[in-house]
């Protein structure tokens, strides 16, 4: 009997509401390694990132099915996890067409000419993929096939082309966001006086 009253204890204590618990802690996305902090270059710099992982796809598929075939998942065929690779195509194209259009949207706002800023940025984002003639196939397919999108891309795409259809005439580019405050430091400890 006492076995069911603790199983409906802790029942009960699931069932509680969850309003009781305090809200986690919000982490923001990381910026991606050499990418820029303004919310425009770093939109170019992930379409270029972006776009170079997308024309890998024909390169790099023959070693990722050899890869898929050789190391089964248990329980999933093969076609199901290529199947994958089809599904990241084609939102990687969705997101391709964010991109571009949150580019678009904000040179248009901006009252100088920032596509110049905006094609160096995609050519650093296409960079990170500069290695890929130089690495042997299964090290290439490895790469490609464990390379995700940098979280900050698309909600950073989205608030840009929000902000540049916002603000129109009033729309700066060129502002780069806010620095993230530096964590607090221990105040310095003196040295105590010497009493000689």
């Given at each position: 009997m006492s076995a069911l009253l603790f199983a409906l204890a802790l029942f009960a204590q699931d069932a509680a509401p969850a309003a009781a618990e305090p809200a986690p802690d919000v982490v923001e996305a990381p910026y991606p390694a050499g990418a820029p902090k303004d919310d425009y270059g770093l939109v170019a710099w992930c379409h270029g990132a972006l776009t170079g992982y997308l024309d890998l796809h024909d390169q790099v598929m023959p070693e990722v099915t050899r890869i898929e075939t050789t190391f089964r998942a248990p329980g999933r065929t093969i076609a199901e996890d290529l199947q994958v690779y089809a599904d990241l195509q084609k939102q990687g194209r969705k997101d391709l067409k964010l991109?571009?259009?949150?580019?678009?949207t904000a040179e248009r706002a901006s009252l100088k000419p920032i596509n110049v800023r905006g094609g160096e940025a995609v050519k650093r984002g296409?960079?990170?993929?500069?290695?890929?003639?130089n690495l042997p196939k299964a090290r290439l397919a490895q790469e490609w096939m464990s390379w995700t999108l940098p979280a900050r891309c698309s909600t950073t795409a989205k608030a840009l082309e929000a902000r540049a259809k916002l603000l129109?005439?009033?729309?700066?580019a060129s502002a780069e966001m806010p620095a993230e405050p530096a964590p607090p430091s221990e105040a310095p400890v003196e040295a105590p006086a010497n009493p000689s």
């Open positions: 991109f571009a259009r949150a580019m678009e296409r960079a990170t993929w500069a290695a890929a003639p129109g005439a009033t729309f700066d």
